[in-house]
Protein backbone atom coordinates (compact mmCIF):
# COMPACT_ATOMS: atom_id res chain seq x y z
CA UNK A 1 0.00 0.00 0.00
CA UNK A 2 0.97 3.36 -0.56
CA UNK A 3 1.96 5.14 2.34
CA UNK A 4 0.40 8.44 3.35
CA UNK A 5 1.50 11.57 4.80
CA UNK A 6 -0.17 13.07 7.60
CA UNK A 7 -2.91 14.42 5.73
CA UNK A 8 -6.01 12.08 4.87
CA UNK A 9 -5.92 10.50 1.62
CA UNK A 10 -9.09 12.56 0.41
CA UNK A 11 -10.62 12.57 -3.36
CA UNK A 12 -12.29 15.22 -4.94
CA UNK A 13 -14.28 15.90 -8.40
CA UNK A 14 -13.95 19.02 -10.44
CA UNK A 15 -15.75 20.07 -13.80
CA UNK A 16 -14.16 22.37 -16.33
CA UNK A 17 -14.24 23.04 -20.30
CA UNK A 18 -11.86 21.58 -23.11
CA UNK A 19 -12.59 22.96 -26.49
CA UNK A 20 -15.87 24.42 -24.75
CA UNK A 21 -16.77 20.56 -24.29
CA UNK A 22 -17.55 19.59 -20.55
CA UNK A 23 -14.38 17.76 -18.45
CA UNK A 24 -14.90 15.84 -15.36
CA UNK A 25 -11.58 15.46 -12.95
CA UNK A 26 -11.59 12.76 -9.93
CA UNK A 27 -8.58 13.87 -8.40
CA UNK A 28 -6.18 12.64 -5.32
CA UNK A 29 -6.22 16.10 -3.48
CA UNK A 30 -3.23 15.38 -1.54
CA UNK A 31 0.23 13.78 -2.63
CA UNK A 32 1.17 10.51 -0.48
CA UNK A 33 4.56 9.70 0.52
CA UNK A 34 6.72 9.92 -1.95
CA UNK A 35 8.54 6.64 -1.07
CA UNK A 36 6.98 3.19 -1.80
CA UNK A 37 8.79 -0.08 -1.70
CA UNK A 38 12.36 1.96 -0.89
CA UNK A 39 11.46 3.40 -4.86
CA UNK A 40 10.77 6.52 -5.22
CA UNK A 41 7.29 7.30 -7.25
CA UNK A 42 9.44 9.28 -9.78
CA UNK A 43 7.79 8.67 -13.41
CA UNK A 44 4.18 9.81 -14.03
CA UNK A 45 2.83 7.41 -16.38
CA UNK A 46 -0.77 8.51 -18.02
CA UNK A 47 -2.98 6.13 -19.37
CA UNK A 48 -5.29 7.38 -22.54
CA UNK A 49 -8.55 5.69 -23.91
CA UNK A 50 -9.89 8.01 -26.85
CA UNK A 51 -13.52 7.42 -27.85
CA UNK A 52 -15.92 8.88 -30.21
CA UNK A 53 -17.77 11.17 -27.97
CA UNK A 54 -19.53 13.30 -30.64
CA UNK A 55 -22.94 12.20 -29.87
CA UNK A 56 -22.88 12.77 -26.47
CA UNK A 57 -20.88 15.99 -25.79
CA UNK A 58 -17.46 14.50 -25.39
CA UNK A 59 -18.63 11.51 -22.98
CA UNK A 60 -18.48 8.56 -23.62
CA UNK A 61 -21.31 6.07 -25.03
CA UNK A 62 -22.85 3.62 -22.77
CA UNK A 63 -21.28 0.51 -24.00
CA UNK A 64 -17.77 2.75 -23.86
CA UNK A 65 -18.44 3.67 -20.60
CA UNK A 66 -18.94 0.20 -19.08
CA UNK A 67 -15.57 -1.03 -21.03
CA UNK A 68 -14.05 2.20 -19.19
CA UNK A 69 -15.49 0.43 -15.86
CA UNK A 70 -14.36 -2.92 -16.81
CA UNK A 71 -10.90 -1.44 -17.33
CA UNK A 72 -10.82 0.13 -14.37
CA UNK A 73 -11.82 -2.55 -11.88
CA UNK A 74 -9.21 -4.76 -13.93
CA UNK A 75 -6.53 -2.51 -13.07
CA UNK A 76 -6.94 -1.88 -9.61
CA UNK A 77 -3.90 -3.30 -8.25
CA UNK A 78 -2.19 -0.97 -10.49
CA UNK A 79 -3.79 2.15 -8.71
CA UNK A 80 -2.80 1.90 -5.10
CA UNK A 81 0.18 -0.76 -4.45
CA UNK A 82 3.72 -1.59 -4.94
CA UNK A 83 3.88 -0.82 -8.49
CA UNK A 84 2.43 2.94 -8.14
CA UNK A 85 -0.49 5.25 -7.31
CA UNK A 86 -3.42 6.79 -9.02
CA UNK A 87 -3.40 10.62 -9.00
CA UNK A 88 -5.68 11.85 -11.66
CA UNK A 89 -8.69 10.45 -13.86
CA UNK A 90 -10.41 13.46 -16.57
CA UNK A 91 -13.21 12.59 -18.61
CA UNK A 92 -14.33 14.59 -21.58
CA UNK A 93 -13.50 15.47 -24.93
CA UNK A 94 -13.70 12.16 -26.30
CA UNK A 95 -11.16 10.90 -24.35
CA UNK A 96 -10.41 9.53 -20.59
CA UNK A 97 -7.31 9.84 -18.87
CA UNK A 98 -5.48 8.07 -15.76
CA UNK A 99 -2.38 9.70 -14.08
CA UNK A 100 -0.30 7.41 -12.37
CA UNK A 101 2.83 7.81 -10.38
CA UNK A 102 5.17 4.69 -10.84
CA UNK A 103 9.03 3.81 -9.74
CA UNK A 104 8.94 1.53 -13.11
CA UNK A 105 7.17 2.14 -16.42
CA UNK A 106 8.00 -1.35 -17.06
CA UNK A 107 7.11 -3.15 -14.25
CA UNK A 108 3.38 -1.31 -14.26
CA UNK A 109 3.22 -2.07 -17.92
CA UNK A 110 4.53 -5.46 -17.34
CA UNK A 111 1.77 -5.99 -14.65
CA UNK A 112 -1.04 -4.44 -17.03
CA UNK A 113 -0.45 -6.88 -19.46
CA UNK A 114 -0.78 -9.32 -17.16
CA UNK A 115 -4.13 -8.13 -15.57
CA UNK A 116 -5.70 -7.54 -19.03
CA UNK A 117 -4.75 -10.47 -20.52
CA UNK A 118 -8.61 -12.28 -20.27
CA UNK A 119 -10.00 -8.75 -21.32
CA UNK A 120 -10.98 -7.66 -24.52
CA UNK A 121 -7.98 -5.28 -26.57
CA UNK A 122 -9.26 -1.90 -25.27
CA UNK A 123 -7.92 1.09 -27.27
CA UNK A 124 -4.81 2.38 -25.01
CA UNK A 125 -2.07 4.80 -25.33
CA UNK A 126 0.47 5.05 -22.65
CA UNK A 127 3.04 7.30 -22.25
CA UNK A 128 5.79 8.26 -19.50
CA UNK A 129 8.34 10.90 -18.34
CA UNK A 130 10.22 11.29 -15.36
CA UNK A 131 8.68 13.70 -12.75
CA UNK A 132 10.08 13.44 -9.63
CA UNK A 133 8.54 16.32 -8.52
CA UNK A 134 5.22 15.50 -9.28
CA UNK A 135 4.64 18.44 -11.56
CA UNK A 136 1.92 17.24 -13.66
CA UNK A 137 -0.05 16.56 -10.36
CA UNK A 138 0.55 19.67 -8.69
CA UNK A 139 -0.19 21.95 -11.49
CA UNK A 140 -3.17 19.87 -12.22
CA UNK A 141 -4.45 20.61 -8.36
CA UNK A 142 -3.19 24.26 -8.41
CA UNK A 143 -5.15 25.07 -11.05
CA UNK A 144 -8.29 23.91 -9.23
CA UNK A 145 -7.41 25.52 -6.24
CA UNK A 146 -6.85 28.92 -8.49
CA UNK A 147 -10.21 28.73 -9.52
CA UNK A 148 -12.01 28.40 -6.15
Given at each position: MVSLGTE??????????????PTIYR??????NARLSDEILS??????WEYDG??????????????QIGFEDAIEPLCE???GCLVLVFSGNSRK????????????AA???????????YPLLIENW?????????????????ES
Open positions: PDTWATATGKEADLYRKNRPHALRVVSSRNGMPEAAVNEAGSLEWLFYTPSPDMWKLTKLLARHPPADPEWTTWQNFTRSVTD
